[in-house]
């Protein structure tokens, strides 16, 4: 079997979604034919969707080193260093896009991630408003705008971009959590509760839904405390500090029913409700 045909089979399988598979077939096409720009691109690629992120970030170098001006190249090791951290660098990325494609949403709503991540969120909110200005609608950008307002303490104006999004598209789980999580934290517990409960009569094992139900249900109190817990270990348990979230929650427990409210360990609590990530 020459290079090419791996080089098919891997980017086929790429296609596909099956990253080893690809991973496998393209380094064998690479072994073969080292200067084959589409394979390398490829391998990078699923090596990125894997999870492999420093290993990608090597192969979308060498692509780079070949062809500097591969758009997508730049769009994916742009995403590739946010994810590792390197704000920064992602923003130097995407900008080199945004000099050719400056009204790109895709590449404006990287622009604001990179952003945030670099805690300036006036500039942020404007690539972001940009984005959605040139793809209206889009619940990724609308909700990286709430988080912009969010990070910057902006509680009014991060409600208001949440409700925006559920006037677009009222059938967002993610949105609908979100702004369960706002009314939680603003102590309209009622609201919240139906909020979580109505996400998870369409999606029982919603994971950040669940845990903000049993957020708010040991806020109120008089439920079946480890009833309500246990469900969350079950549906929530592969959650950042789980173990140290439902340990805040017991001690809540401890306190009576009517007192539980408006205390440090309830505001303790919710600011642990959880909001689904954001891809990058």
């Known amino acids: 079997m020459n290079a090419m045909s791996f080089s098919d089979m891997g980017l086929a399988a790429l296609k596909r979604r099956q990253f080893d598979a690809a991973i496998n077939m393209l380094r064998q096409a690479l072994g073969e034919d080292m200067d084959n720009l589409a394979a390398r691109f490829g391998l990078a690629r ?56 400056p009204t790109n949403p895709d590449f404006l709503t990287l622009r604001g991630q990179a952003l945030i991540a670099l805690e300036r969120h006036d500039a ?13 609608g889009s619940e990724t950008i609308h909700r990286l705008i709430a988080k912009c307002h969010r990070t910057h303490e902006d509680f009014e104006s991060e409600r208001r971009a949440v409700e925006q999004l559920l006037r677009i598209n009222p059938s967002s789980l993610s949105a609908s959590n979100d702004l369960g999580v706002i009314n939680l934290r603003e102590g309209h517990l009622i609201a919240a509760f139906e909020a979580f409960e109505q996400i998870l009569s369409q999606d029982a094992t919603h994971p950040q839904a669940t845990l903000n139900r049993a957020i708010a249900l040991t806020v109120m109190g008089g439920m079946d405390h480890d009833a309500i817990w246990n469900r969350v270990m079950v549906v929530s348990g592969e959650m950042d500090d789980i173990e140290d979230i439902r340990a805040l929650a017991n001690d809540l427990a401890k306190r009576p029913d009517n007192a539980r409210k408006n205390t440090p360990e309830a505001e303790v609590l919710i600011a642990k409700a959880a909001i689904e990530e954001i891809d990058i």
Request: contains cysteine; negative net charge.
């Open 124 to 136: 942020a909110l404007s690539a972001l408003q940009s984005a959605a200005h040139h793809n209206p």
């Open 46 to 101: 699923a090596l990125h969707e894997k999870g492999s992120i420093v290993e990608a970030l090597g192969e979308y170098r060498t692509v780079l080193q070949s062809d500097g001006g591969h758009e997508e190249c730049l769009h994916h090791i742009a995403r590739a260093l946010l994810q590792n951290g390197d704000a920064r660098s992602a923003l130097n990325h995407v900008d080199i896009l945004l000099r050719s494609t």
